[in-house]
């Protein structure tokens, strides 16, 4: 029997629903579209969707559930809510920064912050940064202050810091 997911982030766009899944599943493994409803006839005089139009997306990133529903422009993405993408080298945080900052913005953000096209915001970082942050008070305190020169993380830098700091 499969587990189901008992909390599962809702997305909201205005009309851009089916664009960013479609980008957003792009870029995850293991991710895809589970299901589609269409707004109906019914409610037509609250929702002013056309009838047929995508109302919301189920859909997974690599494993983890989410729904992306075309509500309107009513609200809009910031910073309190966002996405931490967790990276096992170098390589995979180049990876989910460059898909995910296209035709974002990554010029305002440091610390591995992102915002994409739609103004989701996401944190790419690596794994290793965990053990960094906690290597003791002396290599912390260089390791931080290092990483809040940099907007993508450069662990290299960061093991660098380190070894410097030994």
């Given at each position: 029997?499969?587990?189901?997911?008992?909390i599962i982030p809702n997305l909201w766009f205005d009309c851009e629903a089916e664009e960013a899944v479609t980008f957003y599943t792009s870029i995850f493994e293991r991710s895809e579209v589970h299901?589609?409803?269409r707004f109906m006839k019914a409610g037509e005089e609250i929702h002013r969707k056309e009838e047929g139009s995508v109302m919301t997306i189920d859909f997974s990133l690599d494993g983890q559930r989410?729904?992306?529903l075309n509500g309107g422009p009513h609200f809009t993405f910031n910073e309190?809510?966002?996405?931490?993408?967790?990276?096992?080298t170098q390589e995979e945080v180049d990876y989910y920064w460059d898909k995910l900052s296209q035709g974002g913005?990554?010029?305002?953000?440091q610390c591995g912050w992102l915002k994409d096209k739609f103004?989701?915001?996401?944190?790419?970082?690596?794994?290793?940064l965990t053990d960094l942050l906690h290597a003791g008070p002396p290599i912390?305190?260089?390791v931080m202050k290092e990483m809040l020169k940099m907007?993508?993380?450069?662990?290299?830098?960061?093991?660098?810091?380190k070894e410097q700091s030994l």
């Open positions: 029997m499969a587990t189901i997911q008992k299901k589609i409803t989410f729904v992306a309190a809510i966002s996405f931490i993408v967790t990276c096992a913005d990554e010029s305002a953000q103004g989701v915001s996401w944190q790419v970082v690596p794994e290793r912390a305190e260089k907007k993508k993380i450069d662990l290299n830098a960061l093991e660098t810091v």
